[in-house]
């Protein structure tokens, strides 16, 4: 048996790691390096062109519960970035670099996956999962809305810049987590009042790099922050900015309960030499040479040297409630099958987990077996059960989060606990993912 995965990000290197892994032939399509996306710097596969993090291990948040539920039923890219990750509290973030030189090493290493570096334009007749993302070429998004007969979307999806810690002032800047939780793996850089209203000055006043044509439509969870800023004075206080429970013990004034800063901007480790810092929520659209000057007028960043400059990319994604079962079989054709960004679903773990459940699902195709449908008492199943809504007035891309999750009977008594609700859907889910891998894979 084989299969056709077009695209090696992060959902077309999970499916294609899944699928070779049970003995199917699999055809990997990509077209880096022969043609470029604009976003990704190198070949490899699974890169991580955004920020280097997939959120909040914790259980009982809505993203940690995904990831838990992914490695539950198998997933090698989340296994793989336990195994490349670096400081970052209660955070999963990864070194992108040797992460995905270890997927690709992976993928170039199994036997039953052929690599086709090339552009793919036309969709197969023979059962294949289409992984391209949210950077999928213009020719087959062509094909695929020809195909489809439905229009694709586009919002504007932004990359926060990097810098080197060697030059950072330290004597400014200082290691923290909020509110002292877990390891201070945050480098914060505050900034008075007035330090403040002059960043905020720059930014609003600075050139952008011009957009396409076409109307942008950005994403609110990875909003560019020059359109924060321009929501009003203090939005960024109240954003990435915020100085709430963030304290410098060395100059620590005891009397401040919430804070000693008026605003606050926090890096977070990038690379496992710890060589290389990304601006947390700093994902932007400036011309580099107005990066660099607000950058630099961030009091510990006055000499920073700018290794990766933020970036915009159109993303595309697909009408999935008009396109796609909650299987991930497009509704049209039962040898299609779509996954990871393009998707609708927003994120790398989301990304990771319908690449997973596509290659899944795909198996069982193959193998003439029923596809499984997921309920929505799992965070997977509340995702792929809100991008094939076919109610949906105007359908946008969404991550993983607690509105999108069944709710059962009694939970109202939580309303006022956060973390007990938490832990209740949580414990919900992951029994009924056990039950799931158990009945089906076993």
């Known amino acids: ?39 990704h ?74 690599i086709i570096r090339e552009e793919v334009t036309h969709l197969p007749d023979s059962p294949a999962i289409i992984a391209t993302g949210p950077l999928t070429s213009d020719a087959l998004c062509g094909e695929i809305k020809k195909i ?3 229009d694709n979307f586009h919002f504007f999806d932004a990359v926060a810049p ?22 201070a793996d945050f480098i914060n850089c505050p900034l008075n009042k007035d330090e403040y209203e002059n960043f905020y000055n720059i930014l609003t006043t600075a050139e952008k790099i011009p957009l396409k044509s ?9 909003m560019p922050i020059e359109v924060i800023a321009s929501r009003g004075f203090d939005t960024l206080r109240f954003g990435p900015m915020k100085p709430v429970g963030l304290f410098d013990k060395r100059t620590r004034e005891e009397h401040h309960k919430n804070y000693q800063f008026y605003a606050v901007v926090q890096l977070r480790q990038d690379d496992k030499q710890a060589d290389l810092y990304n601006l947390v929520g700093f994902q932007t659209n400036l011309k580099w040479g107005e990066q660099k000057k607000l950058i630099n007028s961030i009091p510990a960043l006055e000499n920073a040297q700018i290794v990766r400059y933020g970036v915009m990319h159109a993303n595309t994604f ?50 003439g077996e029923k596809l499984i449908e ?21 359908f946008q891309p969404i991550n993983s989060n607690w509105g999108i999750v069944e709710k059962p009977e009694g939970i109202e008594k939580f309303k006022k606990n956060k973390e007990e609700k938490g832990a209740l859907l949580s414990n919900i889910a992951l029994e009924y993912i056990k ?4 009945g089906y894979f076993c």
């Open 41 to 114: 710097t190198s070949s490899d596969f699974a890169e991580f062109v955004c920020s280097n993090s997939l959120g909040t291990i914790s259980k009982t948040s809505a993203s940690g519960l995904l990831k838990e539920e992914s490695r539950l039923l198998g997933s090698a890219l989340i296994e793989q970035a336990y195994v490349n990750r670096v400081p970052s509290g209660n955070s999963l973030s990864v070194d992108r670099w040797s992460f995905s030189k270890k997927i690709t090493e992976l993928i170039e290493n199994n036997p039953n996956i052929e």
């Open 435 to 438: 039950e799931i891998r158990n």
């Open 148 to 150: 489809t007969g439905e």
């Open 1 to 39: 048996m084989s299969a056709i995965v077009i695209g090696g990000g992060l959902a077309g290197s999970q499916a294609a790691l899944y699928l070779a892994d049970k003995n199917i032939k699999v055809k990997l399509y990509e077209m880096r390096p022969d043609k470029t996306t604009g976003a």
């Open 374 to 394: 997921l309920e929505p008492k799992c965070m997977l199943g509340a995702l792929l059960d809100y991008i094939t809504y076919p109610q949906h007035k105007t």
């Open 214 to 222: 076409f109307e942008a439509k950005y994403f609110e969870g990875c």
């Open 318 to 367: 697909i009408n999935s409630p008009k396109i796609l079962n909650k299987t991930l079989q497009t509704k049209f054709n039962p040898n299609l099958f779509f996954a990871g960004q393009i998707t609708g679903v927003e994120g790398y773990s989301e990304s990771i987990a319908t690449g997973l459940f596509a290659g899944i699902n795909m198996l069982r195709h193959l193998s």
């Open 162 to 183: 990097i810098v080197k810690k060697e030059t950072i002032n330290f004597e400014k800047a200082f290691y923290a987590s909020r509110w002292d939780k877990g390891n």
